[in-house]
């Protein structure tokens, strides 16, 4: 049984902010309204997702039993050529969900690029992101189509970011993310999240983010180019420059683990060779990509941007001993 949200059968620029950083939510609107179905947003659930079958099934479940069906949902999940038996999972336990299949090679960003253009060609009135790692509140949706609301209100159509808890530390995971805006300052930082009201922010991460038809038909797709990180911040930052405004949902809206470093580029406790593999890989920050990014949002030091990475690992390593 598949509880709460109508399932669709179906397979004007915003003024940023009108000086508004933050606004208070009612979150007793969150729960309640009077819309008619035939106003109801449709909205495209986009999900990509590679051998995590019982974690993408633990997403999905909480995905189906949000409060308050003030939506038509329809759901696009991309399996990238899993070996674990995701994707019949996924058909046998939720057969309304749009299931594409991909390469194997496609990682996050691609996987997203392949079911956002899929949603973008049927024009839907919301696209939510959402990660397969990502396991939302019950009010999590609710939440976040109240903060849109109350923006509306103000006269701005904004992208709406869900904050993510760490359910281990309670801390914040992942969400909303500040940009410095000085020449030598272009760093990116977490936004804290606000328990009672909705703050402005410069960019996102995508574990669970809302964006409007609007923003969606000005800024189009997620960058291709990028194969798995930097392609949810870069679409932040290209809607915040086209205009557009981002906003936090109040609190948290899911429960989300941060990627661990071990193994990775940033474990110092790995050898040279290790890190540096992991550097170049499409989940470290493989040159191109890197180079991109920087070059478009980094402002005029963004050389110096893109080599840190790479002269930090070597630099670390020597320090360490670990350079083998």
């Given amino acids: 049984m598949i509880p709460n949200i109508r399932l669709d059968e179906s397979g004007v620029n915003s003024i940023p902010g009108k000086g508004i950083r933050h606004l208070t939510v009612d979150r007793a609107d969150a729960t309640t309204s009077n819309t008619s179905r035939e106003e109801l947003p449709r909205v495209a659930v986009l999900i990509t997702c590679f051998n995590r079958r019982e974690m993408t099934l633990r997403c999905l479940d909480a995905l189906f039993a949000q409060d308050s069906p003030d939506w038509v949902v329809q759901v696009l999940v991309v399996d990238d050529a899993s070996t674990d038996g995701t994707y019949d999972a996924i058909a046998e336990r939720f057969p309304k969900v749009r299931l594409l299949s991909g390469t194997g090679d496609l990682f996050w960003n691609r996987g997203m690029h392949m079911a956002f253009g899929v949603a973008l060609a049927e024009d839907f009135d919301y696209y939510l992101l959402l990660n397969d790692d990502t396991f939302l509140f019950k009010d999590a949706i609710s939440r976040m189509f109240s903060t849109a609301r109350e923006m509306q209100h103000h006269g701005v159509e904004p992208i709406v970011v869900g904050n993510t808890l760490n359910p281990d530390t309670k801390q ?92 990775t580029w940033r474990d110092r406790n790995a050898g040279f060779r290790t890190r540096w593999a992991y550097l170049n890989s499409p989940k470290g920050c493989p040159w191109p990509e890197w180079v991109l990014f920087a070059k478009r949002h980094l402002g005029p030091l963004w050389f110096l941007y893109a080599v840190s990475p790479f002269a930090k690992v070597i630099l670390q390593s020597v320090l360490s001993g670990r350079l083998r």
């Fill in 172 to 263: 914040l995971s992942y969400g909303g993310i500040l940009q410095g805006q000085g020449v030598g300052e272009r760093t990116f930082r977490m936004a804290r999240a606000n328990p009672d009201r909705a703050e402005a922010c410069d960019t996102m991460n995508a574990n669970c983010t809302l964006i409007p038809r609007v923003v969606a038909q000005r800024i189009g797709n997620l960058d291709k180019a990028f194969q798995h990180r930097f392609g949810d911040v870069d679409y932040g930052l290209r809607a915040k420059a086209q205009g557009f405004a981002i906003y936090m949902a109040p609190g948290f809206v899911a429960e989300c683990r941060e990627d661990a470093e071990t193994g």
